[in-house]
């Protein structure tokens, strides 16, 4: 976000000062040439692009929101702003669709748990992509689910499980945008069978534009969403 190098990974955290607002914290991740960005710096523009979104979409398809959300400008091609985008796509997906009562205070609880959950390079580190939390996030205040709620904390837990795995399957190296189309469409349909919950499903096949700016390389042909000649190609929205 700041030079454009390409990032290198610690082993193990460092005192990092962050390059946007000076905060000085533990990190993982920075580019050689010393530039760290904290999380709340990185997310920050497209929290506000999330929110603003959901607020006036009347969409019922939660991929159709989230590709809307990534065909902005400036949003980062990689980063855990992902999360946000799945989680605020898939539950105002749910919110429009009106089988189901979301009210604000429950979007804002959303966002608040994915926030605790959603934290850059995680995903390489700890192998646990914040997409799959943010998405458990929806289904856990969807279902009132808790510690102690037994069958509905069993039925949150089942959909982030199909998550990880459907991530793990498009790990290689990793993408965020891959891992998100996938993940909302393991959630569109687990809450369809599961919930009886039926969200609306993009008629048209999303070909990737990103190909050119994935910073460790795109999968290409091993990715369900790259098309040969789509550089500049995206399913409208």
């Known amino acids: 976000m700041v030079c454009g190098a390409r990032l290198e990974y610690f082993a193990t955290e460092r005192k990092l000062t962050c390059s ?16 760290y960005v904290c999380d709340e710096c990185h997310n920050h523009q497209s929290i506000i692009l999330v929110q603003k979104i959901c607020s006036e979409t009347t969409s019922t398809d939660p991929l159709h929101i989230f590709e809307k959300m990534i065909a902005a400008p400036d949003i980062p091609m990689l980063g855990c702003h992902h ?25 804002h609880e959303v966002y608040a748990r994915t926030k605790r959950q959603a934290i850059g390079g995680y995903c390489g580190l700890t192998g646990v992509c914040g997409i799959a939390p ?10 009132g689910s ?4 037994d069958s509905l904390q069993k039925i949150t837990m089942s959909a982030v499980s199909e998550i990880v795995l459907a991530i793990t399957d498009l790990t290689g190296p990793s993408c965020c945008r891959a891992y998100a189309r996938k993940s909302l469409e393991i959630a569109r349909n687990f809450a369809s069978d599961c919930l009886q919950i039926n969200l609306s499903r993009m ?23 790259y098309k040969p000649g789509s550089r500049e190609s995206r399913v409208q929205i």
Not at 20 to 35: D, F, L, M, W
Request: overall charge positive.
């Open 146 to 149: 808790k510690c102690g709620t």
């Open 20 to 35: 946007s607002c000076g905060k000085v914290e533990k990190g993982s991740v920075r580019c050689p040439e010393g530039h």
């Open 134 to 143: 943010a998405l458990g996030a929806c289904f856990a205040v969807i279902l």
């Open 83 to 107: 999360a946000f985008m799945a989680a605020g796509a898939f539950i105002t997906a749910v919110k429009n669709q009106g089988n189901v009562t979301v009210s604000k205070d429950m979007m």
């Open 203 to 225: 008629s048209s096949h999303i070909a990737c534009s990103d190909v050119e700016r994935h910073p460790h390389g795109c999968r290409k042909k091993l990715c369900p969403y």
